[in-house]
Protein backbone atom coordinates (compact mmCIF):
# COMPACT_ATOMS: atom_id res chain seq x y z
CA UNK A 1 0.00 0.00 0.00
CA UNK A 2 1.26 3.30 -0.77
CA UNK A 3 1.29 5.84 1.63
CA UNK A 4 2.83 8.93 -0.55
CA UNK A 5 1.31 8.61 -4.12
CA UNK A 6 2.89 11.16 -7.42
CA UNK A 7 0.36 10.07 -9.36
CA UNK A 8 2.05 11.86 -12.92
CA UNK A 9 5.09 10.26 -13.69
CA UNK A 10 6.03 13.52 -16.12
CA UNK A 11 5.28 16.47 -16.63
CA UNK A 12 6.36 18.94 -19.54
CA UNK A 13 6.88 22.84 -19.06
CA UNK A 14 7.85 25.43 -20.99
CA UNK A 15 10.56 27.95 -19.33
CA UNK A 16 9.61 30.51 -17.70
CA UNK A 17 6.29 29.32 -17.01
CA UNK A 18 4.92 27.29 -13.48
CA UNK A 19 5.53 23.76 -12.77
CA UNK A 20 2.85 22.28 -10.32
CA UNK A 21 4.20 18.74 -8.84
CA UNK A 22 1.59 17.13 -7.18
CA UNK A 23 1.92 14.73 -3.86
CA UNK A 24 -0.99 12.75 -1.93
CA UNK A 25 -0.67 10.72 1.02
CA UNK A 26 -2.77 8.03 2.76
CA UNK A 27 -1.35 8.32 6.25
CA UNK A 28 -2.91 10.90 9.12
CA UNK A 29 -0.02 10.52 11.11
CA UNK A 30 2.73 12.07 8.59
CA UNK A 31 3.42 15.79 9.68
CA UNK A 32 6.54 16.94 7.59
CA UNK A 33 6.86 16.72 4.16
CA UNK A 34 9.77 17.17 2.01
CA UNK A 35 10.73 17.44 -1.54
CA UNK A 36 13.91 16.21 -3.15
CA UNK A 37 15.45 16.24 -6.78
CA UNK A 38 17.30 13.85 -8.53
CA UNK A 39 19.70 14.21 -11.02
CA UNK A 40 20.76 11.36 -13.97
CA UNK A 41 23.82 9.53 -12.20
CA UNK A 42 23.20 11.63 -8.93
CA UNK A 43 21.98 11.20 -5.39
CA UNK A 44 18.74 13.21 -4.52
CA UNK A 45 19.21 16.85 -3.05
CA UNK A 46 17.04 18.00 -0.42
CA UNK A 47 15.06 21.35 -1.95
CA UNK A 48 12.73 22.23 0.45
CA UNK A 49 10.16 21.05 3.47
CA UNK A 50 7.10 21.82 5.00
CA UNK A 51 5.42 20.97 8.65
CA UNK A 52 1.90 20.19 9.13
CA UNK A 53 1.87 23.54 11.53
CA UNK A 54 2.37 25.43 7.79
CA UNK A 55 0.28 25.70 4.55
CA UNK A 56 2.68 27.06 2.55
CA UNK A 57 6.52 27.19 2.88
CA UNK A 58 8.72 29.33 -0.03
CA UNK A 59 12.30 29.38 -0.74
CA UNK A 60 13.36 31.67 -3.81
CA UNK A 61 11.41 30.09 -6.86
CA UNK A 62 10.19 27.25 -4.88
CA UNK A 63 6.76 27.23 -2.92
CA UNK A 64 5.20 24.04 -0.95
CA UNK A 65 1.89 24.00 -0.11
CA UNK A 66 0.19 22.02 1.94
CA UNK A 67 -3.45 21.02 2.57
CA UNK A 68 -4.09 18.80 5.38
CA UNK A 69 -7.90 18.15 5.23
CA UNK A 70 -7.25 16.71 1.48
CA UNK A 71 -3.92 14.94 2.46
CA UNK A 72 -1.81 16.89 -0.55
CA UNK A 73 0.82 18.97 -1.35
CA UNK A 74 2.14 20.59 -4.10
CA UNK A 75 5.41 22.19 -5.10
CA UNK A 76 5.18 25.18 -7.36
CA UNK A 77 8.17 26.27 -9.14
CA UNK A 78 8.02 29.88 -10.53
CA UNK A 79 9.39 31.04 -13.04
CA UNK A 80 10.92 26.96 -14.20
CA UNK A 81 14.24 26.92 -15.73
CA UNK A 82 15.62 24.01 -17.97
CA UNK A 83 18.61 23.36 -15.30
CA UNK A 84 14.91 22.29 -13.32
CA UNK A 85 14.40 19.22 -15.70
CA UNK A 86 15.11 16.24 -13.15
CA UNK A 87 12.96 14.10 -10.96
CA UNK A 88 11.10 14.91 -8.34
CA UNK A 89 10.47 13.03 -5.17
CA UNK A 90 7.77 13.99 -2.16
CA UNK A 91 8.01 12.26 0.58
CA UNK A 92 6.71 12.29 4.29
CA UNK A 93 7.29 11.21 7.88
CA UNK A 94 5.88 11.42 11.37
CA UNK A 95 8.62 13.88 12.94
CA UNK A 96 6.57 12.92 16.55
CA UNK A 97 8.08 9.08 16.83
CA UNK A 98 11.13 8.37 17.17
CA UNK A 99 12.93 6.07 14.76
CA UNK A 100 10.52 6.91 11.78
CA UNK A 101 10.92 6.00 8.43
CA UNK A 102 10.71 8.53 5.68
CA UNK A 103 8.58 7.44 2.95
CA UNK A 104 8.93 8.25 -0.96
CA UNK A 105 6.72 8.86 -3.58
CA UNK A 106 8.07 7.02 -6.49
CA UNK A 107 8.97 11.09 -8.40
CA UNK A 108 7.72 13.09 -10.88
CA UNK A 109 10.24 13.66 -14.09
CA UNK A 110 10.02 17.28 -14.77
CA UNK A 111 10.74 18.31 -18.28
CA UNK A 112 11.99 21.94 -18.62
CA UNK A 113 11.99 23.41 -22.33
CA UNK A 114 13.44 26.59 -23.82
CA UNK B 1 30.17 17.24 -4.81
CA UNK B 2 28.02 16.23 -1.55
CA UNK B 3 30.83 14.94 0.35
CA UNK B 4 29.32 12.02 0.82
CA UNK B 5 31.40 9.04 -1.05
CA UNK B 6 30.13 5.78 -1.85
CA UNK B 7 32.24 2.78 -2.77
CA UNK B 8 31.76 0.92 -5.85
CA UNK B 9 30.03 2.72 -7.78
CA UNK B 10 29.41 -0.50 -9.99
CA UNK B 11 29.13 -4.38 -8.59
CA UNK B 12 27.87 -7.30 -11.09
CA UNK B 13 27.47 -10.37 -9.81
CA UNK B 14 24.70 -13.42 -9.61
CA UNK B 15 21.96 -14.66 -7.72
CA UNK B 16 22.70 -16.44 -4.31
CA UNK B 17 26.53 -14.03 -3.64
CA UNK B 18 27.00 -11.51 -1.03
CA UNK B 19 27.78 -7.87 -1.64
CA UNK B 20 29.22 -5.37 0.63
CA UNK B 21 28.51 -1.55 -0.17
CA UNK B 22 30.64 1.27 1.98
CA UNK B 23 29.69 4.60 2.43
CA UNK B 24 31.87 7.43 3.89
CA UNK B 25 29.40 10.53 5.33
CA UNK B 26 31.14 13.95 5.03
CA UNK B 27 33.64 15.48 7.46
CA UNK B 28 31.79 15.93 11.05
CA UNK B 29 28.36 13.94 10.13
CA UNK B 30 27.39 11.56 12.81
CA UNK B 31 24.03 9.82 10.91
CA UNK B 32 23.72 7.77 8.21
CA UNK B 33 20.97 6.88 6.15
CA UNK B 34 21.02 3.87 3.49
CA UNK B 35 18.32 3.66 0.85
CA UNK B 36 17.68 1.73 -2.14
CA UNK B 37 16.19 2.72 -5.59
CA UNK B 38 14.57 0.31 -7.80
CA UNK B 39 12.41 0.82 -10.97
CA UNK B 40 9.30 -0.81 -9.46
CA UNK B 41 9.10 0.41 -5.55
CA UNK B 42 10.97 3.54 -6.35
CA UNK B 43 13.29 5.03 -3.39
CA UNK B 44 12.87 3.27 -0.14
CA UNK B 45 14.74 3.96 3.30
CA UNK B 46 16.19 1.32 4.51
CA UNK B 47 18.32 2.26 7.61
CA UNK B 48 19.76 4.97 9.44
CA UNK B 49 22.34 4.70 11.82
CA UNK B 50 23.74 7.77 14.46
CA UNK B 51 27.34 7.30 16.50
CA UNK B 52 27.43 3.21 16.15
CA UNK B 53 23.83 2.35 16.66
CA UNK B 54 20.74 1.99 14.75
CA UNK B 55 18.19 4.61 14.85
CA UNK B 56 15.55 4.11 12.04
CA UNK B 57 14.74 1.13 10.27
CA UNK B 58 12.65 1.10 7.19
CA UNK B 59 11.43 -1.57 4.71
CA UNK B 60 14.80 -3.31 5.28
CA UNK B 61 15.28 -7.37 4.61
CA UNK B 62 16.42 -10.06 6.56
CA UNK B 63 18.80 -10.61 4.21
CA UNK B 64 19.97 -7.07 4.31
CA UNK B 65 22.38 -5.50 7.23
CA UNK B 66 24.11 -3.02 7.80
CA UNK B 67 26.67 -1.38 10.50
CA UNK B 68 28.37 1.98 11.50
CA UNK B 69 31.91 1.40 12.52
CA UNK B 70 33.76 3.99 15.04
CA UNK B 71 35.13 5.96 12.44
CA UNK B 72 31.44 6.28 11.40
CA UNK B 73 31.69 4.98 8.09
CA UNK B 74 29.17 2.85 7.00
CA UNK B 75 28.82 -0.93 5.16
CA UNK B 76 25.58 -2.29 3.71
CA UNK B 77 25.46 -5.71 3.49
CA UNK B 78 23.19 -7.44 1.16
CA UNK B 79 23.10 -11.74 1.29
CA UNK B 80 21.69 -14.31 -0.76
CA UNK B 81 20.99 -11.94 -3.85
CA UNK B 82 18.15 -12.13 -5.65
CA UNK B 83 17.53 -10.41 -9.44
CA UNK B 84 14.82 -8.17 -7.96
CA UNK B 85 17.78 -6.86 -5.59
CA UNK B 86 19.58 -4.80 -8.69
CA UNK B 87 18.94 -1.84 -7.57
CA UNK B 88 20.77 2.09 -7.06
CA UNK B 89 22.04 2.24 -3.17
CA UNK B 90 21.99 5.53 -1.99
CA UNK B 91 23.94 6.62 1.16
CA UNK B 92 23.29 9.90 2.61
CA UNK B 93 24.74 11.75 5.98
CA UNK B 94 23.80 14.20 8.35
CA UNK B 95 25.23 16.20 11.58
CA UNK B 96 21.88 15.03 13.66
CA UNK B 97 20.89 11.64 15.16
CA UNK B 98 17.02 12.14 15.20
CA UNK B 99 15.27 12.68 12.21
CA UNK B 100 17.22 14.84 10.47
CA UNK B 101 15.70 14.39 6.92
CA UNK B 102 15.80 17.84 5.34
CA UNK B 103 19.66 18.40 6.68
CA UNK B 104 20.84 14.82 5.01
CA UNK B 105 23.53 14.93 1.61
CA UNK B 106 23.49 11.99 -0.08
CA UNK B 107 25.80 10.27 -2.22
CA UNK B 108 26.24 9.26 -5.65
CA UNK B 109 24.94 5.94 -5.35
CA UNK B 110 26.34 2.46 -6.08
CA UNK B 111 24.44 0.82 -8.58
CA UNK B 112 24.14 -3.50 -8.09
CA UNK B 113 23.29 -5.82 -10.65
CA UNK B 114 22.27 -8.75 -9.96
CA UNK B 115 22.39 -11.51 -12.67
Same mark, same amino acid.
Given at each position: ???????????????????????????????????????????????????????????????????? +??????????? +??????? *???????????????????????????? | ??????????????????????????????? *????????????????????????????????????????????????????????????????????????????????????
Amino acid at each position: DQQVKQNSPSLSVQEGRISILNCDYTNSMFDYFLWYKKYPAEGPTFLISISSIKDKNEDGRFTVFLNK +SAKHLSLHIVP +SQPGDSA *VYFCAAYNAQQAGTALIFGKGTTLSVSS | DSGVTQTPKHLITATGQRVTLRCSPRSGDLS *VYWYQQSLDQGLQFLIQYYNGEERAKGNILERFSAQQFPDLHSELNLSSLELGDSALYFCASSVGGGSSYNEQFFGPGTRLTVL
